[in-house]
Each structure stands twice: as C-alpha cells, then as structure tokens.
C-alpha cells in the first residue's frame, strides 16, 4: 500500500506541474526563406513536435480482487505483469495573433492511440484450512453440518491480453528541456491466450445431528477422502475487457542546446495505474458445498466478478516526427 500511495502522490503531482506553461518555439505566418539553414536558431524552431511516435516497455505488479481470495488464509500471492505497445501521440495547437503576426502555439493537450500486448501471471495458495458449514442440505434433502478441510492448495495462472490504448495527454513535449506530463485514459483488450495450474486435496464429511451419525467417503453424498482439489478445472474468462489507466512522468530530450540540436528522440520515465472496468471472468456456477470459502474443482482466483488492479513503471523512446 506505501508503493501504491507514493505512486499516487507522485501522479497528482504531475498532474499539476504538466500544467505549467514551459516556454515553447512559435511559428510565425512570416517565414525567412532566404537564411541558411546553418543560421537558424533554437529559439526560430519548433520545440514541441506535432506528432510522435512512442515505443513503451513497462513492468507491474497485479492484484486480484474478488470476495474468495480476501479470505485470510490466501498465503504467498506473488505475481508479475509485462507489456509492450507502440503509440502514435498528437499534440493540439492554436493560433492566436501577436503583433500582427499568425502564431501557431501548442496547447497543453495531446491525444494518443496505440497497439500493445499485456501479459500477467499471478499464483497463490495456502497449506490448511477447515470450514464447518451448518444447516446444509445433503444430496438426500437431509439437514446435516458439513465439514471440510484443505491442504495444499495452490493456483497460477498467466493471461496475455492484445490492447488498443487510447488516451488525452495534458503536458507540452519539449524537445529542448525537461517536461512532465499526465495521461487519463482507457485500454481495450482482447485475451489472446491463457494458462492455468493447480495442486491441492481435500477432505469432507457429513455430521447428522438428529441420529448422532458422521458419514465419510460416500461419493453418492459428495463425502470423499483425500481426493484432488481440483479435476482440470477452467477458468470462464470474459474475452474482452475495458481498464481505466492514469500515467504520469516526465520526459527528458536528447537535445544540446549548445550545439543549437534539438532533439529527434526523448527518454520519458513514468508510474502507471490500471484497473479493469469489467470484470476479468465470466460468472461460475455453484459448487458442491454452496456457502463454502472455496470453490472445490473451480479456480477461485478468477471467479466472482474478479478485477484486476496494477500498479507500475514504464520506461519509453519517444521519436518526434
């Protein structure tokens, strides 16, 4: 939660330096075409370029939020995610008029649009755990408690996604000086591909209160013994899915002012936040043991309407055009 919080902290932020008006080259309707190339000078040339292309290579780290994994038993959850994608960025402009002159003058918005591909892989699991459901109907209509135990449980999945960024930048690109920037968007993604593994047993029997009976390894009843956990369950994911992204950062150009070159590409660093609209998983059906903490022969850390929160860095080229 420190990392999430200072993220935030560092993306307000941002937010409120990418509104500061950073001094930027503007083009005149008047255009000295007789000097030299040689004799143009930073301050007669375009600082901010009016398209970009942006190559992004960022890394994060995914949580799973749904109502089966906040249980506390859920032990070494540990997971990564990686993504690539190429952005085609536009920056606004605007004329006004200055001393009888047509100016052309960046705003402080941009728009963006891109392809990408996401990857995240995500395990966890646990070594004990019991339950004790009351009132439960058996498979004969009868009223009994039911008792169940688990052991070794594990689960890991990895999901890869195709995605179509779009976004507003608020921020001026300087090819000459330092500048920050935030972006507020959206990021459809199409599930291209999934795998999922598993492990665990469990054990369930059957207290009859009224006949003072415990039933055991009745499969009729659904009571077994040590058996497998899971049985090649599949996880019903949704095949599209719609995030909301913020991003922040800032960009620093390789230009040399004392040369009089402005640079042609620039180095941005960034902290991106993303978190699935929709959710990542389609509805499950009821196990066995309706009300249990588990979902015996289903995966749990996708079901019940799971999202996906992440947080992480980006480090991206920027190639002014």
């Not at 004969?140 to 960024?165: G, H, Q, R």
């Not at 507003?168 to 199409?190: D, M, P, Q």
């Not at 913020?246 to 180095?267: C, D, M, R």
């Not at 389609?282 to 015996?296: D, P």
Request: aromatic share 14%; proline share 3%.
């Amino acid at each position: 939660m420190k990392r999430i919080s200072f993220l935030l902290v560092f993306l307000c932020t941002l937010s409120t330096y990418a509104q500061i008006d950073v001094q930027n080259n503007v083009v005149t309707g008047k255009v000295d075409t007789t000097r030299e190339v040689q004799n143009i000078t930073l301050k007669s040339r375009v600082r901010v370029p009016a398209n970009a292309w942006i190559f992004n290579l960022g890394y994060n780290n995914p949580w799973i939020t749904n109502s089966l994994t906040k249980n506390d038993f859920w032990k070494s959850k540990s997971g990564f995610g990686a993504d690539f994608s190429v952005q085609y960025r536009k920056q606004f402009f605007k004329k006004v008029i200055e001393n009888n002159d047509v100016i052309t003058k960046p705003t402080v918005v941009g728009f963006g649009v891109g392809l990408g591909v996401t990857v995240f892989h995500k395990t966890a699991g646990f070594e004990n755990y019991s339950e004790t459901l009351p009132d439960f109907t058996d498979a004969d209509n009868a009223l009994c408690y039911i008792s169940l135990t688990y052991k070794d449980v594990k689960e890991a999945f990895t999901l890869t996604y195709l995605d179509l960024p779009l976004y507003l930048e608020f921020g001026k690109l300087s090819r000459i000086k330092t500048s920050a920037y935030i972006n507020l968007g959206v990021k459809a993604s199409l599930l291209v591909s999934k795998t999922y593994k598993n492990n665990g047993i469990y054990t369930s029997t059957g207290y009859y209160e009224d006949t003072d009976v415990r039933l055991s390894d009745i499969p009729e009843l659904n009571y077994f013994s040590g058996v497998l956990f899971y049985k090649n369950p599949q996880p019903d994911l949704s095949p599209f899915v719609l995030w909301g992204v913020i991003s922040g950062g800032v960009n620093f150009p390789f230009s040399s002012i004392e040369n009089n070159k402005i640079a042609k590409w620039i180095l941005r660093i960034s902290g991106k936040l993303e978190y699935s609209i929709l959710p990542v998983n389609k509805a499950l059906e009821e196990t066995y043991f309706k009300g249990s903490a588990l979902r015996i022969n289903q995966i749990n850390m996708l079901s019940n309407k799971s999202r996906i929160f992440t947080a992480g860095v980006t480090l991206s080229f920027i190639y002014c055009m």
